[in-house]
């Protein structure tokens, strides 16, 4: 079946970059998202990543895809104490029923 | 736009109590779904609605049902709440015409309902 997985935590000091990883097991969807959920809230969408890229940079956040290895990564670069949050990684189901599969989530947790 | 709500934030039940989950969207989205989240599992999907009339269940749908009778409300009905269903649940919605798998797909999420069934 489809599964989406992450470690669920990561611990880095105020100012280091952050690398949050994702692991699926079906390539069939286009695209893949990084979603943030701060605690107390719903998710928000972070990034997302064309399957046909390798890198995407946005700002402080760089996704990276290794699609042969199905992998997916997260960097966040000068760490605040602000990117504590759960960090999901999610990919479009097989079928078209626009259902989102998510991982567990990756707890980040910021030490100033 | 107040995007999507839900309502009641914190709700406390006793087994065997039924209740219903509100949830509303202003931004005219016909997909709307419902996931629950539990610790170390992620979000599971419960059921989804591709538009008004039309639901269908996602891959955590027993004990729970769903109506969709207008575009903006997507309720979620829990029949005889169990333990098993204490769970954070939220509901998003997305635009229908980003729905192939290909096609870019941002689902906005609720700010989520916390539910104990004791």
């Known amino acids: 079946g489809e599964d989406v997985e992450q470690s669920l935590f990561l611990s880095v000091r105020e100012g280091d970059s952050s690398v949050i990883n994702c692991t699926y097991t079906d390539s069939s969807s286009t695209y893949l998202y990084w979603y943030k959920q701060e605690p107390g809230a719903g998710l928000q969408l972070l990034t997302y990543?064309?399957?046909?890229?390798d890198m995407k940079q946005d700002q402080r956040l760089t996704v990276l895809l290794n699609k042969k290895d199905k992998h997916l990564s997260l960097r966040i670069a000068d760490t605040q104490t602000g990117d504590s949050a759960i960090y999901f990684c999610?990919?479009?189901?097989?079928?078209?029923?626009?259902?989102?599969?998510f991982g567990q989530g990756t707890t980040l947790q910021v030490k100033p | 736009n107040a995007g999507v709500t839900q309502t009641p934030k914190f709700q406390v039940l006793k087994t065997g109590q039924s209740m219903t989950l509100q949830c509303a969207q202003d931004m005219n989205h016909e997909y709307m779904s419902w996931y629950r989240q539990d610790p170390g599992m992620g979000l599971r999907l419960i059921h989804y609605?591709?538009?008004?009339?039309?639901?269908d269940q996602g891959e955590v749908p027993n004990g729970y049902n769903v109506s969709r009778s207008t575009t903006e409300d997507f309720p979620l009905r829990l029949l005889s709440a169990a333990p098993s269903q204490t769970s954070v649940y939220f509901c998003?919605?997305?635009?229908?015409?980003?729905?192939?798998?290909?096609?870019?797909?941002?689902?906005?999420f609720g700010p989520g309902t916390r539910l104990t069934v004791l």
């Open positions: 999610a990919k479009g189901g097989s079928s078209n029923t626009g259902k989102l599969i």
């Open positions: 998003a919605s997305s635009s229908r015409f980003r729905l192939v798998e290909s096609s870019y797909n941002e689902q906005f």
């Open positions: 990543i064309f399957s046909n890229m």
């Open positions: 609605s591709v538009g008004a009339g039309i639901t």
